[in-house]
């Protein structure tokens, strides 16, 4: 799979396992609770906050399962910020994740299929009155059962993921569920510009 950078036909994401036991140790990064704490210290949390890190709530969590893919997306919020933290389990691998931090640019209805490219434009921080172009090309289409968990429940759902490069570092995730699109744009971010504090009380229907 090429998202993240990676051209070379190996899928990205796998399924975890583990012979030793029936039920594995949950990861730090896999199936945080709803209402843990997740506190990021990377160069776009710094831009967006002016603190050199920022504490948020884990208000919605987000798994993504299919062939070769394991995905959870973790929207987190404050009074003023919202957010999304991205973990990927690293196809071949026991616990390799990458993980990377995006926004949500845009939710809306699908009108036209989605090209294979996009051009997205942004505000020029040095510019008030211009635009920055990032041009994205579509790299795959990945079917997923998704799971989505907040403190109300859970519910799950048959989506596609379209998922789009600019470059080495911006990339883009469009989860389409039924006709409605959901727009992630983003960036790789490293193990060290995130803290994890779990809830005190873990969900009762967790597994």
Known sequence: M??????DGKPLFGRRKDAKSKKPVRHELVDIPIDSMIEL??????????????AFKLVTRK???GDALRRYMYHIRDAEEEAVVGVDHVAGTREEYEISRWIVDDECELGDPLPDEMTLYFPDP???QGDIAIEYSRQEVVPATL????????????VELHEYIAGDEDFM??????????FYVGRMISSSDIEIYP??????SRK
């Open 173 to 182: 995730s469009i989860e389409l569920c039924g006709d409605w699109l959901t």
């Open 63 to 65: 798994k993504y399962e």
């Open 41 to 54: 210290s990377d160069i776009i949390t710094y831009e967006e906050t002016g603190d050199t890190s920022h």
């Open 147 to 158: 799971t989505v968990t907040t403190v109300e429940g859970e519910e799950k759902f048959e």
């Open 2 to 7: 090429a998202l993240f950078g990676r051209k």
């Open 126 to 128: 040095d510019d008030e």
């Open 199 to 204: 809830a005190l009380a873990p969900e009762s």
